[in-house]
């Protein structure tokens, strides 16, 4: 089954794992220590992210480390982008009123 990013970052772990691997790259050991959960949980939720390619892996030695796909990211930022628009203009109505209401 091929999922899509926002199918993986509904998921509130999988947020705080890209949080966490967005400042550095990091073994599935080093963020499962940030998780009450197990190593597997947590690898499960390594390969969504790896399947929706939001993160990416490297080889160094004999650790794999996780890092963010940040190209993948913006493709979020680029939907969210339609709705920015609908929200600031809906404020930008909401302050004319606002002002229009103060002036009387």
């Not at 970052?9 to 947020?15: C, E, K, L, Y």
């Not at 073994?27 to 790896?50: E, G």
């Not at 913006?74 to 103060?102: A, P």
Request: hydrophobic share 40%.
């Amino acid at each position: 089954m091929r999922r899509d990013i926002f199918q993986a970052i509904a998921d509130p772990t999988r947020r705080s794992i890209i949080a966490l691997i967005a400042l550095q790259a990091m073994t599935p050991n080093s963020i499962a220590d940030n998780f009450n959960t197990t190593r597997q949980a947590v690898s499960k939720h390594l390969r969504i992210l790896s399947e929706c390619e939001l993160v990416k892996q490297e080889q160094r030695g004999r650790e794999i480390y996780y890092s963010l796909e940040i190209e993948k990211m913006k493709e979020i930022d680029l939907w969210l982008e339609q709705y920015r628009k609908i929200w600031e203009n809906r404020f930008n109505q909401l302050d004319n009123v606002l002002s229009t209401l103060k002036k009387k």
